[in-house]
């Protein structure tokens, strides 16, 4: 063996990251077989289905795939990575860190919001269509069985949400094999139908999809407002990049998915050129009638993965937006003992289930969903597209001319997939707008209230160092125990100590004053967790540091810092905690509906003292009126 392939065999990833590649990040786009031509042809007037058409179409989602998923997001967005992680909120800090503006910052800032309040539109979209889209399946085996299948899609809807909580380790051990199974077999269905009409490979070429452009003009750009149904799921590669690498991601992509992906849709192709009536359903008809229900069943089975992925990447990015501070605390559930990234969000998962049976209810099947679908995915390829820009200029050094050429092309292309999908806005695609609009109505006003909150409660604070100047001469008494503040901020007193002062008399021995910071960054290592001050004799500063993919456990952090000669003892210890009331000021400094709905959310925020994971029994909260 020579020392090249040596070296490949080594980085050959294993049989079993594959396999869990397939079943987590591939759910999505592995099931848009099921809808995305079908869709296309609805489109083609008249029950004849020219050859030219067919080819057309099928041109487009092979360049689509090739152009937007392999190029765009696996050969080029993938190197941006943010200490390994990827998505929406990764690429944007790591925008925000390379650009020197406050006023570019804010803006990257806001597109970041911006996609990822899409993709939560797309994570309620992507169940109900990839469930009903499947189900529907039944009713081509047996036609009798059309008025079952919503109830039957409900069902399996209600049933994927109600076993959130128990955690994907036990389910996830099969993603991977069913995404395997389910590939190979849409693989092999369409190259039957390949090797009995060849000929329909001629439509890779891509002039057959500029032709059908040239041709059909408006026709074709409402065509690709369906055409894009192909790509979905292509951010998802981007966002899962961090739980196995890019380099695995890559090959399962180009090696196996991409192939089974693109046999399947051209198999299709080739059985509506030969039976017109296929054009109903070419994905199920593909199969012989023996294989359709047992089809139907893996289908089924593939999407509840391809939903079980975006709702797990729904409450990742709750998480982060929590982290980030532009959404309030909620409970996050951690559903594995060994894996950081297994969370569970109950106030999520709630939205969601309800939000999914409500679209299944409106809509009622998988060719009114596709309507609503198309707008969120092309809105998050449009800011990814942005932000990766300002990456690969200043980070990878590209040249400006380079990095507009390459990102601008992009941009125009994933422009033009947005623009066709806003034609059906008042066909569903209102969805997933007045989803993300709302989204982004909460997390704006609540860091704008947030930021008023640190703006009031910094004017109304004692600076530590004044605090621990007149300390010595204040004759304070201090009683035996440890009690510790939690603070926004590391330079000033929190309140809770100085009302304890004016109502107790007293200061504990030992006094830790603990800021919990979240940097721009996934994951924070163990060697920079924490910084140690002892600030006069018996108080110290403690500033824990976390990524926007972790969640702060204070408790277990100051344990930690006991070798470091921190003086913490968890039986000694007394939390104290500032409960703020919030009123409305006489002259509130932000609209009325802003104020409204950040009191809301403070209101229903989880306390500190579950978020922080805290012991409820050793906290004391000391209430403060606030008006804003």
Request: aromatic letters at 10%; charged letters at 10%; a positive charge.
């Amino acid at each position: 063996m020579t020392n090249d392939a040596a070296a490949s065999a080594k980085t050959k990833p294993p049989i079993a990251t594959l396999l869990a590649v397939l079943g987590i990040v591939y759910g999505d786009i592995g099931t848009s077989p099921l809808y995305a031509f079908q869709s296309c042809l609805t489109l083609i007037p008249g029950g004849h289905l020219p050859q030219a058409d067919v080819f057309g179409i099928l041109s487009l989602i092979f360049w689509s795939l090739v152009l937007i998923v392999t190029v765009k997001y696996v050969g080029l967005v993938m190197r941006a990575d943010n200490k390994g992680e990827g998505g929406i909120l990764a690429l944007m800090a790591l925008a925000q860190r390379v650009c020197k503006s406050a006023k570019a910052k804010a803006a990257l800032g806001m597109i970041g919001i911006i996609g990822a309040c899409l993709l939560f539109g797309d994570g309620v979209i992507t169940p109900a269509i990839s469930v009903l889209s499947a189900i529907e399946g039944v009713e081509v085996a047996i036609p009798a069985a059309k008025e079952i299948i919503i109830p039957l899609s409900i069902a399996v809807i209600i049933a994927l949400f109600a076993v959130q909580w128990r955690g994907t380790s036990h389910m996830g051990k099969i993603f991977g094999p069913v995404m395997a199974v389910w590939f190979a077999v849409i693989g092999i269905l369409g190259a039957i139908a390949i090797a009995r009409h060849p000929h329909v490979l001629l439509a890779l070429s891509p002039s057959y999809g500029a032709i059908f452009c040239i041709q059909h003009g408006w026709l074709a750009f409402i065509a690709l407002g369906s055409v894009v149904l192909a790509v979905t799921g292509a951010e998802a590669l981007y966002a899962d990049m961090g739980h196995f690498g890019a380099h695995p991601i890559r090959i399962t992509w180009t090696r196996f998915v991409l192939p089974c992906l693109v046999l399947n849709y051209f198999g299709q192709g080739a059985l509506v050129l030969s039976n017109s009536t296929a054009a109903a359903n070419p994905f199920y008809l593909l199969a012989p009638h023996w294989l359709q229900l047992p089809l139907v069943v893996l289908a089924t089975m593939a999407t509840v993965v391809a939903s079980q992925a975006l709702i797990s990447g729904a409450y990742s990015i709750a998480r982060q937006c929590m982290q980030l501070g532009i959404l309030p605390r909620m409970t996050v559930r951690h559903t594995s003992q060994t894996e950081e990234g297994q969370i569970y969000l109950p106030q999520i998962n709630s939205a969601l289930a309800i939000g999914v049976v409500l679209l299944v209810l409106a809509f009622k099947s998988s060719a009114a969903l596709a309507s609503a679908y198309g707008i969120a995915v092309t809105g998050t390829f449009l800011c990814t597209c942005v932000l990766a820009a300002v990456v690969f200029r200043r980070q990878f050094g590209w040249s400006r001319p380079l990095a507009v050429a390459v990102f601008g092309t992009f941009f125009l292309l994933d422009g033009v997939f947005f623009a066709a999908n806003t034609l059906k806005f008042f066909d569903g695609g209102w969805v997933p707008l007045a989803i993300a609009l709302a989204l982004m109505a909460l997390m704006t006003s609540w860091k704008r209230g947030r930021d008023l909150l640190l703006s009031r409660w910094k004017s109304d604070s004692l600076p530590l160092s004044s605090f621990l100047a007149r300390l010595p001469q204040s004759r304070t008494v201090r009683v035996p125990g440890i009690a510790i503040f939690l603070t926004g901020s590391a330079d000033y007193v929190p309140a809770a100590l100085l009302h304890n002062l004016k109502h107790n008399k007293v200061l504990h021995e030992k006094v830790l004053f603990v800021t919990v910071n979240t940097l721009d960054e996934p994951e924070v290592s163990v060697a920079n967790r924490a910084e140690i001050s002892e600030m006069a004799p018996g108080i110290y500063r403690v500033i824990l540091r976390y990524g926007f993919m972790e969640s702060p456990n204070v408790p277990r952090a100051l344990e930690n810092l006991r070798a470091k000669g921190l003086p913490y003892d968890a039986m000694q210890a007394s939390y104290f905690l500032g409960r703020e009331t919030l009123v409305p000021a006489l002259v509130p400094k932000m609209p009325l509906w802003r104020l409204w709905l950040f009191l809301v959310m403070a209101r229903n925020a989880v306390s500190a003292t579950e978020f922080f994971r805290i012991p409820s029994d050793r906290v004391v909260e000391l209430g403060v009126r606030v008006a804003i």
